[in-house]
């Protein structure tokens, strides 16, 4: 008798909660964002009704130091010598046509790693060794790494001379790729092409919009953990959602909505005393897109710090949390620490920070440590960092 079931239970997506301190000497946010190479969106939420301190700093550091490369290049270009030293210095690139799971999808991912996501068809053509994807258990897909930075990667060596020879005869084909180069302040690097590239300098695209009347909820629910780690976390996810509605600027989280609970069942996070009636409020998101490498992202990630804890002559212009949310491209062969990454329903590989200012004093039974933050990270199903 046939059946509609699955035979086997669907793969699960994670999400992984972190309660931490810029204090601690291991810089665990810093770790978490350098290790995830290929980032296409930053947004930045302020609660405030404006806040031209910060938004003219960020603003001003990206359009003087920040911008990518659009192009359509052979495989066979990065093992041309200007390439080869432009990897060494930390290049990342990635191509930008087709799907995880349906195309050819090639990357360089900032540390000498190339990484080949590959259809069957192409694998078996290609002449290089790889392994079989790890989300492809029917052998469909495989996956190519080849260590740019190897002693072996030197022309006139058997292993590079092996790799050319494929480029140039097997996978010919020219991917549109996207590609940066920076230091380690997040400062781009210029990229030099042949004559026979057409590259695109792009620089990133940022905007801002504010939000009125909107209800922002307490987030001092989730700046101490105590002994109940389960609600904590459910504090943790309210407070995430929130802030995916208002990144599509919903108008749930507007004051007064009254939607039918039969089209719409979310509500806002409770406020810290129930019996008071929410106060509307004005806040302010700034966006950036574009190929963010994943130093830059931790340059932004630290200026939004510096200025959040200077002190202003005009306090209600200055927001007293933030959240710093950041997308990986869905598509991408790998995510953090160079992890095989899929796309399967979702693709979803992001991670987002709740921070607080050190200017804000602990009140009751909060924190005491001015340097608190937290970390949420979600992570699709087809994505070994789960």
């Keep these: ?57 960020l603003i001003q550091t990206l359009q003087k130091d920040t911008y990518y490369y659009h192009a359509h290049l052979p495989l066979s270009l990065f093992l041309s010598s200007n390439f080869m030293q432009f990897i060494r210095n930390g290049l990342i690139a990635l191509s930008v046509q087709g799907g995880i799971d349906t195309h050819d999808v090639i990357c360089i991912d900032g540390k000498g790693r190339m990484i080949l996501s590959l259809t069957k068809d192409t694998y078996e053509q290609l002449g290089l060794t790889g392994v079989p994807s790890k989300f492809h258990p029917n052998r469909h897909r495989y996956v190519v790494e080849i260590d740019m930075l190897s002693p072996a990667m030197v022309p006139g060596k058997r292993g590079f001379d092996r790799i050319k020879w494929c480029f140039e005869n097997t996978l ?165 620490r160079g992890k095989e990454h899929g796309h399967l329903i979702s693709g979803e590989n992001m991670y987002s920070f709740f921070l607080w200012s050190s200017n804000i004093s602990p009140q009751g039974k909060e924190h005491p440590d001015t340097g608190v933050y937290v970390m949420f990270e979600n992570v699709a199903a087809h994505d070994l960092h789960s």
Excluded at 285 to 294: K, N, Q, R, S
């Design 172 to 336: 010919v084909t020219v991917f549109p790729m996207v590609l940066a180069s920076v230091d380690g302040h997040g400062v781009s690097l210029p990229l030099e092409f042949p004559d026979t590239v057409k590259a695109i300098k792009m620089g990133f695209k940022i905007q801002c919009t504010s939000l009125n009347n909107i209800i922002i909820p307490d987030t001092r629910t989730i700046r101490t953990i105590g002994k109940n780690n389960l609600r904590w976390r459910l504090n943790v996810s309210g407070l995430f959602e929130w802030i995916g509605m208002a990144s599509i600027q919903s108008d749930r989280i507007v004051q007064g909505d009254k939607i039918d609970p039969y089209l719409c069942v979310y509500s806002n996070p409770p406020q810290a005393n129930a019996n008071e009636t929410p106060i509307a409020s004005r806040a302010c998101l700034i966006e950036i897109t574009g190929l963010i490498p994943a130093p830059s992202v931790l340059h932004i990630f630290e200026l939004l710090r510096s200025v959040l804890n200077e002190s202003s002559p005009d306090p209600e212009l200055m927001p007293e949390w933030a959240n710093f949310t950041v997308w990986g491209f869905q598509d991408s062969p790998i995510s953090w």
């Design 1 to 57: 008798m046939s059946t509609f079931f699955p035979e086997a239970d669907p793969p699960k997506a994670y999400s992984y909660m972190t309660h931490y301190s810029f204090n601690s000497p291991k810089k665990l946010h810093a770790t978490g964002i350098l290790s995830h190479p290929f980032n296409q969106k930053i947004q930045v939420f302020l609660p405030t009704a404006s806040s031209p301190a910060i938004t003219s700093q």
